[in-house]
């Protein structure tokens, strides 16, 4: 069945560093691909998408790239802030459902 | 436009008992998803309906999970005799159509199991 594996976490960063949050997966067919957000106290946001090989989704400065060589679609953000710290997930989308990682806990700190 | 609801937020209940949760999606939504996320994990799928109708409930873990869309806007998951294992953050989700859209997801229902 599908699945999504992706780095674990927690990571704890400085305010202005880089950020990257590796994800993998494994699908049948052609699926989408989504970084999803859960800010403290809050419900699961759609964070960015990418639906096809080799596209770029990006959002809040936030970016990841669909490689299918590679059955990839690593998270990026060049400067992070206090504000990013959020639990971050990524899902695949096939067969009318989402399949989700478990997730990774990043506190930036001021 | 209000976003999905889900009803009580919080729910204790003792092993054993039967518990209903409640989603609300976002009006006009024809697709709803139930997801169950345990502690540290992410979201599990349980089951979709299209409409009224449940498209697929491959997700749900035994006969005691049921969920029903009767008039194809709001959905009740039922809990028949509770487990202690059953204790996660039920989530809904809703989206325009079935196929690739994007998905709502509501705030959760936290379930405890006593």
């Known amino acids: 069945g599908d699945s999504v594996t992706q780095m674990e976490g927690p990571v704890t960063l400085s305010e202005e560093a880089f950020l990257t949050i590796n994800c993998t997966y494994t699908a049948t067919g052609y699926p989408s691909l989504f970084w999803y957000v859960q800010y403290p106290g809050e419900g699961l946001q759609l964070l960015l998408k990418a639906t096809k090989a080799d596209d770029k989704g990006s959002n809040k400065g936030f970016e990841a790239t669909y490689r299918k060589e590679t059955t990839s679609f690593h998270l990026e953000k060049g400067s992070v802030q206090v504000s990013d710290s959020a639990v971050y997930f990524c899902?695949?989308?096939?067969?009318?459902?989402?399949?989700f990682g478990a997730g990774t806990t990043v506190t930036v700190r001021a | 436009g209000a976003g999905v609801s889900q009803t009580p937020s919080n729910k204790v209940t003792e092993k054993g008992k039967y518990v209903e949760l409640r989603c609300d999606p976002i009006?006009?939504?024809?697709?709803l998803y139930w997801y169950r996320q345990s502690l540290g994990q992410g979201p599990e799928f349980l089951i979709y309906f299209q409409g009224t109708g449940a498209a697929d409930d491959s997700g749900l873990p035994n006969d005691r999970f049921f969920a029903v869309r009767p008039e194809g806007s709001v959905s009740t998951l039922k809990i028949q005799r509770t487990e202690r294992g059953d204790s996660a953050v039920y989530l809904c989700?809703?989206?325009?159509?079935?196929?690739?859209?994007?998905?709502?997801f509501g705030p959760g229902t936290r379930l405890t199991v006593l």
């Open positions: 899902a695949l989308f096939n067969d009318y459902k989402l399949s």
């Open positions: 989700a809703s989206s325009l159509t079935g196929s690739y859209n994007e998905q709502f």
């Open positions: 009006s006009g939504h024809t697709a």
